[in-house]
Nanobody, 121 residues
Framework: QVQLVESGGGLVQAGGSLRLSCAAS????????MGWYRQAPGKQRELVGG???????NYADSVKGRFTFSRDNAKNAVYLQMNDLKPEDTAVYYC???????????????WGQGTQVTVSS
């Protein structure tokens, strides 16, 4: 079993910055893709972006140029640096990880509990 623990959310004024962290724990797995999704009130969960084990990244158009992923494979951690935050970035942010169990090569997707990001205008 893999557990994801997120941190770093909070309240910030428009134009400000926040850094989200997500650490995966558990044994017998290899973590491959990691990323972030977000869900605003009354809206569907949407992809913010992700980063592969090799460091390749992809971003939603709405956050390109403002958000940056980084990753520490040794710590099974992913980070999301969010700059120039806008009120429309307000949402619960969920960490996501794709892991392969070493015993049988079964791939599963895991989710964190979510962290609230609120951007005031």
């Amino acid at each position: 079993q893999v557990q994801l623990v997120e941190s770093g959310g909070g309240l910030v004024q428009a134009g400000g910055s926040l850094r989200l962290s997500c650490a995966a724990s558990g044994s017998g797995f290899v973590i491959y893709g990691m990323g972030w999704y977000r869900q605003a009130p009354g809206k569907q969960r949407e992809l913010v972006g992700g980063i592969t084990r090799g460091g390749s990244t992809n971003y939603a158009d709405s956050v390109k140029g403002r958000f940056t992923f980084s990753r520490d494979n040794a710590k099974n951690a992913v980070y999301l640096q969010m700059n120039d935050l806008k009120p429309e970035d307000t949402a619960v942010y969920y960490c996501n990880a794709v892991a392969v169990r070493l015993s049988d090569a079964v791939e599963r997707t895991y989710w964190g509990q979510g962290t609230q990001v609120t951007v005031s205008s």
